[in-house]
């Protein structure tokens, strides 16, 4: 079965330090992966999204970036972090074909003071 | 527009008593539709998922509909139970990688 791996689950960072979370998917080839922030009370923002080894797509413009240097890894980092970086963020997987939908990691709570 | 907009914002409903969430759409063209329940802290968890031509769909206490003629679905849940508090989530394909997401309701139950 499919499983999907996120870490580290809470974080604490000062402003202007580098950033680096990890996502990884096991039982499963060539996923779909994403980067999504979730503000306190609001819903879900999609950062990036990736079909392939190398293949970044960025939604909105910000202080972070997406890289998939292999197949079923899905890295997000930045090398200055920001106050309004602070979030919840939740790394998502989809299979090829829009059926099945997401699954999503259990999150990594982001706090940079 | 693609948008997902679900209501109420937030509920709050005494323990064994029933509940209807509800989600509209105007995503197009439609492939799917899914409902997700988020606990505090975190990642969202399916319940349902739902294709053009399915009505209706079951998880235990939780019952999915989906009306694809008017564009909305609802979530009903029987005999709520405290560990019913969450947020539920419509999401909304669009037929490719990229998925439309309601806000949420965010559903409190009391003892």
């Known amino acids: 079965s499919q499983t999907i791996h996120q870490w580290p689950a809470t974080l604490v960072q000062p402003v202007g330090s580098p950033l680096s979370l990890e996502c990884t998917v096991e039982?499963?080839?060539?996923?779909?992966l994403y980067w999504y922030r979730q503000a306190a009370g609001r819903g879900l923002q999609l950062l990036f999204y990736?079909?392939?080894?190398?293949?970044i797509s960025s939604e909105v413009p910000q202080n972070l970036s997406a890289s998939r240097p292999q197949d079923r890894q899905f890295i997000l980092s930045s090398k200055k972090l920001l106050l309004s970086d602070s979030g919840f963020y939740l790394c998502?997987?989809?299979?090829?074909?829009?059926?099945?939908?997401?699954?999503f990691g259990s999150g990594t709570r982001l706090t940079v003071v | 527009k693609n948008q997902v907009e679900q209501s109420p914002q937030s509920l709050i409903i005494l323990e064994g008593k029933n509940c209807t969430l509800q989600c509209n759409y105007t995503v197009s063209p439609f492939s799917n539709l899914r409902w997700y329940k988020q606990d505090t802290g975190r990642g969202p968890v399916s319940l349902t998922i739902m294709t053009f031509s399915e009505n209706t769909k079951s998880n235990g206490r939780y019952t999915a509909t989906l009306d694809a003629d008017t564009k909305q679905s609802s979530l009903h849940i029987t005999a709520s139970q405290l560990s019913d508090s969450a947020s539920y989530i419509c999401?909304?394909?669009?037929?490719?990688?990229?998925?439309?997401f309601g806000t949420g309701t965010r559903l409190k139950v009391l003892a």
């Open positions: 039982g499963t080839s060539n996923p779909n």
């Open positions: 998502a997987w989809s299979a090829t074909g829009s059926a099945y939908g997401y699954t």
């Open positions: 999401v909304v394909s669009g037929g490719t990688y990229k998925y439309i």
């Open positions: 990736s079909v392939g080894i190398g293949q």
